[in-house]
Each structure stands twice: as C-alpha cells, then as structure tokens.
C-alpha cells in the first residue's frame, strides 16, 4: 500500500515561497501519477499540479502556473511542490495524491481528474496573510 506524508507547509506573508514535500512509501514514485491538490475552507478540493512519466510532464493550474513548480526526486521517492510569490487565496490544506492504477492515457486531463487519484496524504496547512 502506497502511503504519502506531506511536509513543509506553514504561516507566510504574501509574496513568500514555500517549499511542500511529499514522501512516497511502499511504492515507486516515478511509476505513478503523482499530483498535489487544495482544500480551502468551505471550498471543495481543487487540482494544483501533477507531475507524470519522466518527470517533464508538468500540468497546472491557471490559478498558480507561472507561481508554483512541482517536480520528482525518483531517488529519493519524493515529489515537491515549490511555491512562490504566494497570494492569500493559496491559503488552503495541501495534499500530495498518487495515481497507483497504471492506467495510460495521453489526455491531459487526466492527471487534473480528483478521482483518478486512489492514495493521499493527510494534508499539509499552507496559510498566507496579506
């Protein structure tokens, strides 16, 4: 079983980066799908960033490209998500998802789809103040 442990979030001020991490376990980073998503409160959880193949397929948001960056360490079964110049709508728990299924499909909607993500992390607090 896949497990994921997100790691790097806290308090910051607008315009501040912020680097999340994210530990795979119990299974190899580079075979899955691996995305990060947002939750913030009272909103349903939305599609940040996913990372696919050999690591230079990318997908984003409209909401943070340009912002943030997400990329793999296939050594050390990690992916990142590097966040900068960071509004108070990122304000949000961030979680760390994996697609485990080893479905293939060349559509780039597919690594934007919540459901097509079978393991997640407990979340991480990223709060931005103005």
């Known amino acids: 079983q896949v497990q994921l442990v997100e790691s790097g979030g806290g308090l910051v001020q607008a315009g501040d980066s912020l680097r999340l991490s994210c530990a795979v376990s119990?299974?190899?980073?580079?075979?899955?799908?691996m995305g990060w998503f947002r939750q913030g409160s009272g909103k349903e959880r939305e599609f940040v960033a996913a990372i696919r193949w050999s690591g230079h397929n990318t997908y984003y948001s409209h909401l943070v490209e340009g912002r943030f960056t997400i990329s793999r360490d296939d050594i050390a079964n990690m992916v990142y998500l590097q966040m900068n110049n960071l509004k108070p709508e990122d304000t949000a728990l961030y979680y760390c998802a994996a697609d485990t299924s080893g479905i293939y499909s060349t559509s780039d909607l597919y690594p934007r789809m919540l459901d097509r993500y079978d393991s997640w992390g407990q979340g991480t607090q990223v709060t931005v103040s103005s």
């Open positions: 119990g299974g190899t980073v580079s075979n899955y799908v």
